[in-house]
């Protein structure tokens, strides 16, 4: 195998042969394809996409690069979430412990922050001590024990993916059509589920912001998933404003808790039970999704998925005292409030500036080897459609230090638009 050549041969738009993908993959994986030849390959990838062979090649590969999970000891359905990947998009801190209050096993394998996009793993570790670098044992055993748990990527699961997602988020080669498909799918089929719920993210803070782009991406999941046997379900939700009112890691975890306890911003909530209810639906628990969004309602409301949150960050090593004392969460050290200097109504928050503005305050990464800040970000987000008099908050930004905090502002100011196309609905129609 010669890595030059079947750059070039992808960068020329040629058709790779399913074994050619094994091979650069699997050299990779070996030390013999180096991180700026895969980099390479990546952007190709790309610029040119992949043809059906070659996807379901890299689908493979992926899976396979680790162990895949066969959890049928634990009994019961088995049945996970996972999202194209937002601003905002804490759902997976809700859903998770949700759905496994009601008797589903939910074995999540979750992702870091991408681009400019947050990541379930970075904002769990935001709880003070919350280990998401499990083995698989333990794994198992937590899942056996509490029905849910948390992981990411490890040198036992899926390890290429993680490598890929990590190179991806730095390299601007997040935005493709089978990079995402591989990604998510070698993750989710590698879990051993019984059912498989997929969130796909319509809008400018979407990797494919074009519906028709993400309708085309939700078809081409289902597809992988029902090949590998596994009921695949996916849902388009609106990624045309940030999700909730909070972009930063920390800052989601406190509004994931807001949730949790029957509070928080609708927005957040209903794309919480919408997904849920499929899950349920999945798991032979509700006949219809109208059936499942009353259960996972009554799930919140009575409080018990915050007691099972509890139990998994207890179970994860995690302070469990953030669940009721959310100030235990790193906080920033300055706290700006943004306001408007003159009446306007938000048409919305252009979430894209948003997430790359939590990436600039050190709430993502921009190289490889950058430390998130769990405390920066955004909160107090102002919806869309709010008429803001002059002097109303738009936002508060949470930084390390002033100059931070300025730059934050002046990036929060200029993610406003006050008109622009109609705005997706929440859940759009299938
Ligand atoms: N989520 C993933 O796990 N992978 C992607 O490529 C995008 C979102």
Do not use: W
Request: proline residues 5%; hydrophobic residues 45%.
């Amino acid at each position: 195998m010669n890595p030059v050549r079947l750059i070039e041969a992808k960068r020329d738009g040629e058709t790779l042969a399913p074994d050619e993908i094994s091979a650069f993959f699997a050299g990779y994986l070996e030390g013999v394809v180096e991180e700026y030849q895969m980099a390479a390959f990546l952007m190709a990838v790309v610029l040119q996409g992949l043809g059906p062979d070659e996807l379901q090649a890299l689908v493979r590969s992926m899976l396979h690069s680790g162990a895949v999970l066969n959890l049928a000891e634990l009994g019961g359905p088995r049945v996970d979430k996972h999202s194209t990947g937002g601003v905002g998009d804490k759902v997976s801190l809700v859903l998770a412990p949700l759905v496994a209050e009601a008797g589903v096993h939910v074995p999540m394998m979750s992702g870091r922050g991408l681009g400019h996009t947050g990541g379930t793993l970075d904002k769990l570790e935001a709880i003070p001590g919350f280990r998401t670098d499990l083995s698989l044992k333990r794994f198992r055993e937590l899942l056996g024990a509490h029905r849910v748990a948390m992981i990411g990527q490890t040198d036992e699961i899926a390890p290429l993916d993680r490598r890929l997602y990590a190179l991806r988020s730095v390299t601007g080669t997040v935005a493709s059509l089978p990079l995402i498909s591989a990604s998510i799918m070698s993750k989710k089929l590698a879990e051993g589920l019984t059912g498989l719920v997929l969130d796909v993210k319509v809008g400018s803070g979407a990797f494919l912001s074009d519906e028709t782009d993400a309708r085309t991406l939700a078809r081409t999941m289902v597809e992988i998933g029902e090949g590998y046997g596994v009921p695949t379900r996916a849902r388009l939700t609106a990624m045309d404003r940030p999700l909730g009112r909070t972009a930063g890691n920390a800052l989601e975890v406190r509004e994931a808790l807001e949730c949790l306890r029957g509070e928080g911003p609708d927005d957040l909530r209903r794309v919480t039970v919408t997904l849920a209810a499929e899950m349920f639906v999945l798991a032979d628990l509700d006949a219809t999704p109208e059936a499942g969004v009353a259960r996972a309602e009554a799930l919140l409301d009575s409080g018990v998925a915050l007691e099972r949150f509890r139990t998994m960050v207890r179970a994860q090593g995690g302070a469990p005292e953030v669940v009721d004392d959310p100030g235990r969460l790193p906080r920033a050290p300055v706290v700006r409030e943004v306001r408007v200097d003159r009446g306007l109504t938000l048409h919305r928050l252009e979430p894209r500036a948003v997430g790359e503005a939590v990436v600039e305050l050190g709430g993502g990464r921009l190289r490889l080897s950058d430390a998130v800040d769990p405390a920066v970000g955004f909160d107090e987000l102002a919806p869309p459609g709010t008429r803001l008099a002059s002097g109303d908050l738009l936002g508060r930004v949470h930084a390390r230090n002033e100059a931070d905090a300025r730059r934050g502002e002046g990036a929060l100011r200029d993610a406003v638009e006050e008109e622009g196309e109609a705005l997706h609905p929440l859940i759009l129609p299938d």
